[in-house]
Every structure is written in structure tokens, then in C-alpha cells.
């Protein structure tokens, strides 16, 4: 499909075809530098940093909603005059992608990481991520993300690299770095600690084990203890009571045996045993509970480890070694039942750990880590928020971002994998640490320390993939050099993410950033819900019920769900997110209702194509037209559109998309297709004013007033839609180059593209509050007229004379005084208005707050019209009553604000008055 010349405009056609129009528009855009930013100083920046997706990744529904609302902003942006940069690019993914590579690796050479080596192993996955590792940011594009690709970074760029070792070693200076041997969240599978953020509970069903543990030197006298993991009994270094307890207030200081290992251990007292869970006694494992870990420091209990990092028990376990850890629990479990230790199994739910990653339980494991104070960070973080520097949209999540600042606990940072950032840290031959951004500054710090040159080893482990992403929105744009782009972007303006990241993510560049550059990264935090399917499940690809974007968007399979679609196009699947997205809120999405969409790009479409061709067939006029030439219609059409103009931009600011695009919708939709192109049909066919065609000054007016309201149109819609939105333009530019209504804010003709055209500015003076609400009864009019005909299946021909009895003579002179409208659009032969009109017998009715409507019928129709009466007068005595609760509840009235329980006051005495006219209607038709 290539853009239509004047000469064959009559054959544009009817069915919107979106692919062949957005190739050619991206590839426009990219040709023309439209994305690419540079630091102007005359203009305001308005910058965003995409939330970089994993190498490993593909475009997933989630990834398409968060990147339509940064497209939406930043096209908007745009249009508004900002110098508008969106900064793209990719998070290498450690565990992910060493994952990824490892299975591949495995499933082809039957091969482990240790048998490859390191070196190997990382060139692997740099060969790898060089082939799949910009396929979701080629997928991107075809969403029409207008990032600004010549910018696009990586995690491990090299400047980003030494940014990351430039932080950590001014963290570890300060001495908000530290290692140690501490209890952390370990999987087994991987080989790696994690950190707390990367655990994710679920709610399990278990068992509650109940051991006897024999007293020493006391024969028959035992204590019991309950355990959710028998197989920890392994590590056990002590039996912890609470000091208030009674029932083993003897026993404190003596000692008990534990069984199948026959070690002592002692009876300690403690504050945190909770004297509710089992039997009030228990067990300490240091080594294996957090705890039991903390119970262990205060009593300066042993740390017995009894697991080796891929959950294999080891010689600490005696004959258990060698084990599975499930394994070992089943083998623990019936030794102490052979032993005649076991008192009973009880059911019991609780919440495990489960990394992030791969779902293996995670182990509560010993071991030596590297870890960031938070608690100094988190203030700077928390002020930030307080003052109103960093702002969260939806307001709620600020509370939750601050529960979880106020209870942060320090940072695991280390992994114990090969691909990724690696620890900035070198060992000496006596274990001193030197930390330096590279190798050189540490062997300078070692020589000051030995007085020599001594064989250094750099620390095996590498960074936690956060740590990296933590720098994000200040590394991208050349920090640590004193860039102009730093100088001019940064502090950043908006970031969008899921709720899912605050903690992984957004908290913690909020920290590096005040910590490194002493201000904040961005000022406004929009939290999107997440994605789930039609039964509220999160989409995910185990449960293969995700829904490929790029399926739908193209057409064809989608192997998550193995159904086939047509063609959206990219506009369809941007206008659904945006208009069911609403703030933070979940958003349940099956492929139907991505309909919705398709069908407003093909509306949309067929509204272009008829002002195309009217434009096209007929003279424009230049000169900007004066007030009073302006029909009804067009008062009311401007008048429209600078509401949803006041309303959308309203809603964006609020980082309301759901609103935006819903009005945007509305308007386009409703009054400029439903309405306002009738009406020009009309006015610019021979079907108007008794057959003859219109005068030619008024052709030329009301042409210039639909290119006028089109051309504001497209750019209202364009960062939503901005394919369909680009193609319209152009094609608009051939037939009316000088378009729009000077001084009124709403010419954009001089423009080249859409996507650099200025956004639509609301001139209050044609806002004419008057002009809608008549033209909202003309409507409630004609639509009246429309549905007593569909519902009695009657025609215009059936129908043809209707008559509106108005509340007043000033109601009834805006009626006269555009009945042509009323005529025209209700196919009305014969319209009688006035005041104080009887319902004529043998005629059906409507009733709204000024006028009635009565239409004369064929005498079969009379009973529904009195069914239709008496399913109205039931809806509006509900309504009395619903109200009438309202205001009998004391805590509506109370609580409510004044306004609220005044309206449903008003809103009482209006049904009753609607109700009073039904049952004088009621009447009147019994009697006819």
C-alpha cells in the first residue's frame, strides 16, 4: 500500500490495512531523525529511560503496555515543544542469560559450566547475547516505540562497566560496602545467593513434625519440638525456650541429646521463641534459619552447615551425607519414627521461599557475602519522596514504597555466577582486600601496602544484575564524565514500570542516584498494574497462557497460546492497552478484546477517507473564517473539541491514560463520526435544504472547518495511534495544505509529519457550554426517534410525524431553531415543537428533564409503548429507593461530603417529578 495521489483518493479503501502502512511509516521516522535528541538549550528536555528488558527476552504483553505508555508520553511530549528523549536499551540478565546458555550448552554438548571453564563460558554467552540480544528491541520497534535508537546502551557497555565500578568502590570507601559470612537466601539449583527482593513466597501446604529430643542424664524425660524441615534437626546447636515459660523453666542451662547424630546441646532462653508455636520449644540451627541465626549470635551458639550449595547434604549430616535435601527429610523423618522419637505429623500451611528465577525452594544458607548498608541510603531515598522530589502515580504506592524504605534490611549483592559486573575487589597472599575500578589501582594500593609487587586474585563472584540497573538513569547518559547530556537530561522526568520493581529497582536508583549525584533520577514514578489472562492469572509462559504481541500485531500463531489472529497492526494493540489500562490497576486481557481497537482504527479510518474525499471533490477557503459565519454544527463541533482537547491533556498531565485515551476516543467516535460527519453529509450533499446543493461560500466554509477539526484531530490521536494518525496527515496534506483556523490553536498544516506536529491548544473562547447542552438535546431527540423505532420495528415511513412538548418556550425556540438537524439525521417528514403539547392518542413517548417526545404509531405498537411505560415507571421507583437508603444510612450522611448528599437529595426529587409524568402517561393511554 503506498500513500494515495489526488488523482485516485475516490479509491481509498474501506477496510484499513495496517501493516504496509507502518513499515513504511517507521522507516520515515527513523530516515528523518524524528527520535534522536540532542541538548538544545532554547528548550525545556523532557526525558524517560526505558525500563531495559532482559537479553533473553521477548516482547511479552507486559512489555508492550509499559512501553505504549512511554511512547504516549514522549510522543505527546514531543508535539508539546519539549526536546524529548527516550534513552532504550537492554539489561544483560546474569542469571537469566548464564542460565539460558547453560541449558543450551547442556541440551547440545552434554556439558556443564566447571567443565567449560569461565573464559569459555563467557565467550559463549557474549556470542549468544550478539545474536539474540536486540531481537526484543528490534520487536519494539514494530509497536512504534520512538525511542531514540542511536542511544540505545547495554548493562555491560563499557562505559556502564566502569560506572558500576566507580560506584561500588565510593560505596565500599565509605564503608557502605562490607563482606561477610551471614545467613542468605540460596537456590540450590542455581548456586547462588539471592536477594530478598529475589524470593517470591507461596503459600504451601506442609507438615508440622513433632521430634523428642531425650534429656541428658534424665532417662524417659524428653523435650518436644516441632519443625516444618526435619532435616535441619542435622544442624541443630541448641533447644531455645522462652524466659516467661514455665513448663522448662528446670531445664534451662542442662542439656539435651540430639538424636541421629548424638551431639549435646543445650537448653537456652530467649525473647523471640514465640511461646505459641508447637510445644513453646525450639530448635536452633544457626546455620540453616534467620532466627535461629540471631538466637545463635546472642548465645555464641555453633554454626553447624549441613548442605553443600547444590542442596546435597554434606558431612555434617553423618549418614545422611550424600542425600537430596527432600530425600534426607523423608530419611529423617523415619529414623526418628524407627527411634521411637517421633510424636505426631500435623498438617500445616505456610509461606515458602521460591527464587525468582527458577521456582527451586529456596535454603536459608551460611556463607560468605558482600552487602550494602541500606539503612543510609534508604533516608536519602525517603527525603527524596518527602519533599516532593520523587512523586508515585497512583499517590497510593508512595506509602508502600515507604513501608518497605522504613524495614529494609542490607543488600546481598554478590552471585555466585561467572556472567555479569565482577566484584571490583583483589585479594592479597595474606587476604587483604584492595578495592579499585580496575586491576592497576588495586595493585597500586597493594604495593603502598607490601612495599613490592605481590600476586593479587580478583574476588570469583560478580555483582547482582540490580546493582547495574541501579545506575541506570545516570550511567546511560555518560556519567562518570561530565557529559552535556548529563548536564542537560539528567535529572530525568518520568519513569513508568511495574509495581512489581519498586523495590527491586526504583528504590534503589532513587538511593544511587542521591547517593552518587546528590539528587534524584526522576521526578514522577507511574506504577502500571500487571498483566493477567481472563481468569486473573499471570500471564506466564509455563502456564501458556500469555498472548504474544507481536502475533497479534502482525497476524498469524502465537505459540503461547497456539491461536490464530488477524492482522491489528500496532495502533489496535496501543488504543486497547491505553484505553483498558486504568491507574495501577491489574488489567485482564484475552485476544477479543483486543477488538475493540482494530474496530476504532477502521472508524477512524473511514472518518479520514470521507473528509479525504470531500476536501478532494471541493475548494477550501483560505481566509480564516469569522464567528458568525459558523453554523450551528461547526459552534458545536470546535466546541467539542476543545473539551476533549482541555480533557485529554488534562488526564496525560495526570498520567491518566485510560482518560486520555477514552475521551480522545469519545470524541473522535461520538461526536465527529457518529455526529458531526452526518450532519456534513448532509449540509454537503443536494439532500439538504429541499434538494438543492448547498451555497458555495458555505461548501467552502464547512469543508474548511472539517479540515480544520481533522487536522486537530490527528494530532490529538496521533500518541495513541500515531501510524494511522502519520498516514491520515499526509494524506490530508495533499487535498488541504492550508488548513485550520488561524489564531485558534488548532492549525497544524505547516508541519511535515505528524509526529513533529504541535499538539492541539484550547482556546477557551470556543468552548460554548450553551451550544452543547442544545445540541445534547437535539441528540436525546433523534436518538429517541431511532430507538422507539428499532425497538417496535417501525420505519420512518411508519413514523413520520414526531412532537416535542417542551418545559419551557426558551427550550422549545432552541428546538425551532435548529430543526433542519433534527429532521435530517431522525428522518423526521413532520415536526411539531412547542410548549404544553398533549400527547396525542395513539402515540408512544419518551421523558427527559426539559421536553417530551411523542410519536403517533400504527395502533398495534400501543401495547408495548404501554409495557415500555411500565418497565420505566419500575426503574425510576428503584431509583427512589436506592436514594432514599442512601440518605437513611447515618454514615452516608455523616461521612459523605455535603455535595454528594445534597446531589442525591436533587436526584430523588428529580425522579419523582420523571416518575409523575410516567404515570400521567400511563393514564393518558389507558384512556386513549
Known amino acids: ?288 534459619d534467620p532466627a535461629d541465626f540471631r538466637i545463635g549470635e546472642r548465645h555464641k551458639l555453633e554454626r553447624v552447615n549441613i548442605l553443600n550449595p547444590d542442596g546435597i547434604i554434606n558431612e555434617n549430616g553423618g549418614r545422611f551425607a550424600g542425600m537430596n535435601r527432600f530425600r534426607a527429610r523423608e530419611a529423617v523423618v523415619q529414623a526418628m519414627a524407627d527411634a521411637g522419637l517421633l510424636e505426631k505429623i500435623e498438617p500445616h500451611v505456610h509461606n515458602v521461599g521460591h527464587c525468582y528465577r527458577t521456582g527451586d525452594v529456596i535454603e536459608p544458607y551460611l556463607s560468605e557475602q558482600w552487602f550494602v548498608k541500606m539503612r543510609p541510603l ?184 497456539g491461536g490464530t489472529y488477524e492482522p491489528h497492526g500496532a495502533d489496535a494493540v496501543r488504543f486497547s492497552l491505553a484505553t483498558l489500562s486504568m491507574e495501577g490497576q491489574d488489567l485482564r486481557l484475552w485476544p477479543e478484546r483486543f477488538d475493540d481497537g482494530r474496530r476504532f482504527a477502521n472508524k477512524a479510518w473511514n472518518a479520514g477517507r470521507f473528509v479525504i474525499q470531500q476536501l478532494a471533490a471541493g475548494a477550501i477557503d483560505d481566509r480564516p473564517p469569522r464567528s458568525e459565519r459558523l453554523q450551528f454544527e461547526d459552534r458545536w463541533i470546535l466546541s467539542r473539541l476543545t473539551a476533549a482537547v482541555q480533557e485529554a491533556t488534562q488526564a496525560l498531565e495526570g498520567f491518566q491514560y485510560c482518560l486520555a485515551a477514552q475521551r480522545v476516543r469519545d470524541f473522535v467516535w461520538s461526536d465527529f463520526c457518529d455526529w458531526y460527519v452526518e450532519l456534513v453529509k448532509f449540509r454537503l450533499s443536494a439532500r439538504a435544504g429541499g434538494g438543492s446543493p448547498p451555497p458555495e461560500e458555505d461548501a467552502r466554509l464547512c469543508r474548511q472547518v472539517l479540515a480544520a477539526v481533522f487536522d486537530a484531530t490527528l494530532r490529538l490521536l496521533h500518541p495513541v495511534c500515531p501510524f494511522i494518525t502519520e498516514e491520515l496527515w499526509h494524506l490530508l496534506a495533499q487535498v488541504a495544505p492550508r488548513r485550520g483556523l488561524e489564531g485558534r490553536g488548532w492549525n497544524g498544516a505547516a508541519a511535515e509529519s505528524a509526529i513533529i506536529a504541535p499538539w492541539p491548544m484550547a482556546d477557551p473562547a470556543l468552548r460554548l457550554v450553551e451550544v452543547e447542552k442544545t445540541f445534547g438535546r437535539i441528540q436525546e431527540a433523534i436518538q429517541a426517534v431511532r430507538r422507539i423505532r428499532q425497538e417496535r420495528n417501525l420505519s420512518s415511513k411508519d413514523t413520520p410525524e414526531v412532537l416535542l412538548d417542551c418545559a419551557s418556550a426558551a427550550v422549545a425556540q432552541s428546538f425551532e431553531a435548529q430543526q433542519a438537524l433534527i429532521r435530517n439525521l431522525g428522518a423526521v417528514a413532520s415536526l411539531n415543537i412547542g410548549a404544553g403539547i398533549a400527547k396525542p392518542e395513539g402515540s408512544v413517548s419518551e421523558i427527559f428533564s426539559d421536553f417530551k417526545i411523542f410519536i403517533p404509531v400504527p395502533k398495534a405498537n400501543l401495547e408495548k409503548e404501554k409495557q415500555a411505560l411500565l418497565k420505566r415507571k419500575a426503574e425510576l421507583e428503584n431509583g427512589v429507593k436506592r436514594e432514599e437508603q442512601k440518605l437513611q444510612n447515618p454514615s452516608f450522611v455523616e461521612k459523605a461530603p455535603p455535595a454528594v448528599v445534597e446531589a442525591a437529595r436533587k436526584r430523588i426529587q428529580e425522579l419523582l417529578h420523571q416518575l409523575e409524568t410516567v404515570n400521567k402517561l400511563i393514564a393518558a393511554g389507558e384512556k386513549s
Open 1 to 288: 500500500m503506498t500513500t494515495p495521489t489526488a488523482a485516485n483518493f475516490a479509491d481509498l479503501p474501506t477496510r484499513y490495512d495496517p501493516l504496509p502502512v507502518e513499515r513504511r511509516w517507521y522507516a520515515h521516522w527513523i530516515e528523518r531523525g524524528y527520535f534522536h535528541s540532542t541538548p538544545e538549550p532554547r528548550k525545556k528536555p523532557y526525558t524517560i529511560v526505558i525500563p531495559p528488558p532482559n537479553v533473553t527476552g521477548a516482547l511479552h504483553m507486559g512489555h508492550a503496555l509499559n512501553n505504549t505508555l512511554q511512547d504516549i508520553l514522549i510522543r505527546w511530549r514531543r508535539m508539546q515543544g519539549f526536546e524529548a528523549l527516550w534513552v532504550p536499551g537492554t539489561d544483560h540478565a546474569g542469571i537469566a542469560t548464564q542460565t539460558a546458555v547453560e541449558k543450551m550448552i547442556h541440551k547440545e554438548e552434554n556439558k556443564t559450566r566447571h567443565q567449560l571453564g569461565r573464559e569459555e563460558l563467557l565467550r559463549r554467552i557474549w556470542a549468544w547475547k550478539e545474536k539474540y540480544g536486540e531481537r526484543i528491541l528490534l520487536q519494539l520497534r514494530k509497536l512504534g516505540s520512538s525511542c531514540d535508537w542511536e542511544r540505545a546502551r547495554f548493562t555491560m557497555d563499557e562505559g556502564l562497566s566502569r560506572a558500576v565500578r566507580l560506584v561500588f568502590v565510593k560505596l565500599f570507601r565509605d564503608g557502605l560496602i562490607y563482606r561477610g559470612r551471614y545467613l542468605v537466601n540460596w537456590c540450590p539449583a542455581l548456586r547462588t545467593a539471592l536477594s530478598d527482593d529475589e524470593v517470591e513466597y507461596e503459600e504451601t501446604k506442609g507438615h508440622l513434625w513433632h521430634f523428642r529430643y531425650p534429656v541428658a542424664g534424665q532417662a524417659g524425660r524428653h523435650v518436644v519440638i516441632a519443625t516444618t524441615r526435619p532435616e535441619t534437626m542435622l544442624g541443630d546447636t541448641a533447644v531455645a525456650v522462652h524466659p516467661e515459660d514455665p513448663r522448662y523453666r528446670d531445664l534451662v542451662g542442662k542439656k539435651l541429646l540430639l538424636p541421629l547424630v548424638d551431639r549435646e546441646i543445650p537448653v537456652v532462653e530467649d525473647w523471640e521463641v514465640d511461646l505459641n508455636f508447637g510445644t513453646g520449644a525450639v530448635k536452633v540451627t544457626p546455620a540453616h
Open 378 to 561: 534508604a533516608e536519602k531515598a525517603i527525603a527524596a519522596t518527602k519533599t516532593c522530589r520523587v512523586r508515585f502515580h497512583p499517590e497510593r504506592y508512595t506509602d508502600y514504597y515507604f513501608q518497605w524504605l522504613e524495614n529494609v534490611r542490607d543488600w546481598c549483592i554478590s552471585r555466585q555466577i561467572w556472567y555479569g559486573h565482577r566484584i571490583p575487589i583483589w585479594y592479597g597472599p595474606d587476604g587483604a582486600t584492595f578495592a579499585g575500578v580496575d586491576e592497576a589501582e588495586a595493585r597500586e594500593q597493594a604495593k603502598r601496602r607490601y612495599g613490592k609487587e605481590e600476586p593479587l586474585a580478583q574476588d570469583e563472584d560478580v555483582l547482582d544484575t540490580w546493582f547495574s540497573s541501579a545506575l541506570w538513569p545516570f550511567s546511560t547518559l555518560g556519567w562518570p564524565e561530565p557529559t552535556q547530556d548529563l548536564a542537560y537530561y539528567f535529572p530525568t522526568s518520568t519513569l513508568v514500570t511495574d509495581r512489581g520493581i519498586i523495590f527491586f529497582w526504583v528504590a534503589r536508583m532513587v538511593m544511587m542516584s542521591e547517593f552518587i549525584l546528590g539528587k534524584e533520577p526522576f521526578s514522577d514514578v507511574y506504577i502500571h498494574g500487571t498483566i493477567l489472562d481472563r481468569e486473573g492469572r499471570k500471564m506466564s509462559k509455563s502456564l501458556g497462557n500469555g498472548i504474544d504481541p507481536v502475533a497479534l500485531i502482525d497476524g498469524g500463531v502465537d505459540e503461547n497460546t
